[in-house]
């Protein structure tokens, strides 16, 4: 297709232009989350950091346990309140899950398989060495690796970074990006609209998206189709964004001025890709930021942005992990038809049948304006260039979409 690059191509044009920031900010565990480790982070201690009862029970040594004889209770050890005393020979010590364990314990036995008496308890069950122990260093080792460079900080991360005792860490600042939305036609939320008029919705959903992925955003919020408004809007982003991203006004109408304004004040890296939807998007660099110009279709400038500024805001805020997750084979219920020449990316909705397979059917009119059918899909049909129909039965790609689109 005339001028238009692959999907591959504009993704690797992209990832490849982009060099991560490398200023970072030392801030408490409290605000860290959804942020981007900039140092990896190693166990100063071992967790658990003493050997420790897995069970409510009784701490035994073997040498203890020859005879069925009744074992006196010798002491107790509970969370916070080890038993720090001697240890008579012939006893056990009660013990909680948690505690610390006595000098000289060689294992547990569960406080169901003991019986009590007045005396001391009876253990009625074979004993194993080390049963029911969680020994130091277990989960992790002093000194090991626990979180690396360049890692996004979630609710797994947090709480075991602060099992460590650490209340501070190294982050990458936050990236900087300055979002507007381009078109005479569009409304403000909290206006009446005129004929001819629509709410700009895209706006919100990438001052969401961006915010989900840790990113301050800055609203320029909507310019009118005007050549100069554009430019003076661009170069006010261009002085405060590490990445612009706008939606509408990159096609070829006689009101879509993105273009022709980015190519006085910047370079143009590409401007058309075959992907439905989203054809037209532009990719290009200003004096001090990145640009992304979006299609001014919801739809579009949802999918464009999942597809091609999701793992491009990964890589600039300096993860290193940017892939959007794994592509599964799924087993179509619906038949498919489309152009070749260009990948699309159908809404689908996708689960396993009785047998454990991976069945998936569209979530019905693909058009670029049907943004409700992302309230009922959870997956995106891929459909590669050189595929022009999908029959009932066959199998197709689908990707299951990543926390960006959950609720």
Not at 113 to 123: A, C, E, H, L, N
Request: net charge positive.
């Amino acid at each position: 297709m005339k001028n238009l690059i692959s999907f591959d191509e504009a993704k690797k044009i992209i990832l490849n232009q982009l060099i991560p920031i490398v200023e970072s900010v030392k801030v408490p565990l409290t605000e860290a989350i959804g942020r981007i480790s900039a140092a990896s982070i190693y166990s100063p201690i071992a967790i658990p950091i003493f050997d420790n009862s897995a069970v409510d029970g009784y701490a035994i040594r073997f040498n203890d346990c020859t005879t069925q004889a009744l074992l006196p209770i010798a002491g107790y050890s509970c969370a916070g309140k080890p038993f720090l005393g001697p240890w008579p020979h012939n006893s056990v010590i009660r013990i909680m899950t948690g505690a610390p364990l006595p000098l000289g314990s060689e294992a547990i036995v569960m406080q169901e398989d003991v019986k009590i008496f007045s005396g001391g308890i009876k253990i009625t069950k074979p004993i194993i060495p080390r049963q029911n122990i969680r020994f130091s260093g277990e989960d992790i080792k002093i000194n090991s690796l626990v979180i690396p460079f360049g890692h996004r900080l979630g609710i797994a991360e947090l709480p075991l970074i602060a099992s460590l005792g650490i209340s501070n860490i190294k982050v990458f600042r936050k990236l900087r990006t300055v979002i507007f939305s381009i078109g005479d036609e569009l409304q403000y939320l909290n206006k009446k609209l005129d004929i001819g008029q629509i709410y700009d919705i895209n706006r919100l959903m990438l001052s969401f998206m961006l915010k989900k992925l840790g990113c301050e955003v800055i609203d320029l919020e909507i310019i009118p189709d005007n050549k100069e408004l554009l430019h003076e809007a661009l170069i006010q982003a261009d002085n405060k964004a590490d990445i612009i991203i706008s939606t509408g006004g990159v096609s070829v109408g006689d009101t879509d001025h993105t273009r022709s304004v980015l190519e006085k004040i910047g370079k143009i890296k590409f401007s058309r890709i075959a992907i439905k939807p989203g054809k037209p998007f532009v990719f290009g660099q200003l004096t001090n930021s990145w640009f992304c110009g979006l299609p001014g279709n919801p739809v579009s400038a949802a999918v464009t942005f999942y597809q091609l500024v999701q793992p491009a805001i990964l890589k600039l805020s300096g993860q290193i992990d940017i892939s959007l997750g794994i592509r599964q084979r799924a087993i179509a219920v619906d038949k498919i038809v489309k152009k070749s020449g260009r990948v699309e990316f159908h809404r689908g909705i996708c689960k396993a049948n009785i047998e454990g397979i991976l069945e998936v059917k569209s979530t019905g009119n693909q058009g670029s304006h049907i943004f409700s059918s992302f309230m009922l899909a959870n997956c995106f049909i891929i459909l590669q260039s050189d595929r022009v129909t999908v029959e009932p039965g066959e199998w197709v790609d689908i990707e299951f979409f990543n926390k960006l689109m959950e609720s």
